[in-house]
T-cell receptor, first 114, second 119 residues
Framework: SQQGEEDPQALSIQEGENATMNCSYK?????LQWYRQNSGRGLVHLIL?????REKHSGRLRVTLDTSKKSSSLLITASRAADTASYFC??????????????FGQGTILTVHP | GAVVSQHPSRVICKSGTSVKIECRSL??????MFWYRQFPKQSLMLMAT?????????EQGVEKDKFLINHASLTLSTLTVTSAHPEDSSFYIC???????????????FGPGTRLLVL
């Protein structure tokens, strides 16, 4: 079942601005991952943060994880028009039967205007 | 990087026919593959977990007799939508993971997806 909720559902910004997307989940997790999907295409893995990590950086991406609040945020700095896409968080649940299974959030549609 | 392909990229079929979708890991051996379905403007829903050489594990609410999954080799998994109906029209995406060492989590590598339209 879907447990991730993301906000905002849609975000529209100008090039150069920062974009912040949030994700909340309900159960214990091993890790949380962020993916990007261009319209009608497959998913591209952006970054993975483990449950014992609080913050991670990769290029213009910064991800935070607060397991006490069961939430994560993805920050894209200095956005570009090419960043326009849907962004999904996905959690891998803790526990043997959840191994490797990802539960996706509803996604945030990001539009970056030139 | 790891590459996963899907074939076909899009398919249109008549109601009642069966459609087979292939998922291949091109440059690595995938012991586990996952099949997802995505309806327009919605998120991905996990349908089943496919392990090489064993029966697939289906998520609650997914009919195993309708969505047949075969994972006969370490580089190929197939999803067959049997007796397809218009409500089966969707975007089907597979992902694959490499074999893991104990305590090592592997990223899922996603295929480009297959758009199915049932008329």
């Amino acid at each position: 079942s879907q447990q991730g909720e993301e906000d905002p559902q849609a975000l529209s910004i100008q090039e150069g601005e920062n974009a912040t997307m949030n994700c909340s989940y309900k159960t214990s997790i091993n890790n949380l991952q962020w993916y990007r999907q261009n319209s009608g295409r497959g998913l591209v893995h952006l970054i993975l943060i483990r449950s014992n990590e609080r913050e991670k950086h990769s290029g213009r991406l910064r991800v935070t994880l607060d397991t006490s609040k069961k939430s994560s945020s993805l920050l894209i700095t200095a956005s570009r028009a090419a960043d326009t896409a849907s962004y999904f968080c996905a959690t891998e649940g803790a526990g043997g039967t959840s191994y490797g299974k990802l539960t996706f959030g509803q996604g945030t549609i990001l539009t970056v205007h030139p | 990087g790891a590459v996963v392909s899907q074939h076909p990229s899009r398919v249109i079929c008549k109601s009642g026919t069966s459609v087979k979708i292939e998922c291949r890991s091109l440059d690595f051996q995938a012991t586990t593959m996952f099949w997802y379905r995505q309806f327009p403007k919605q998120s991905l829903m996990l349908m089943a977990t496919s392990n090489e050489g064993s029966k697939a594990t289906y998520e609650q609410g997914v009919e195993k007799d309708k969505f047949l999954i075969n994972h006969a080799s370490l580089t190929l998994s197939t999803l067959t939508v049997t007796s397809a109906h218009p409500e089966d029209s969707s975007f089907y995406i597979c992902s694959a993971t490499r074999p893991v060492r104990v305590g090592v989590r592997e990223t899922q590598y996603f295929g480009p997806g297959t758009r199915l339209l049932v008329l």
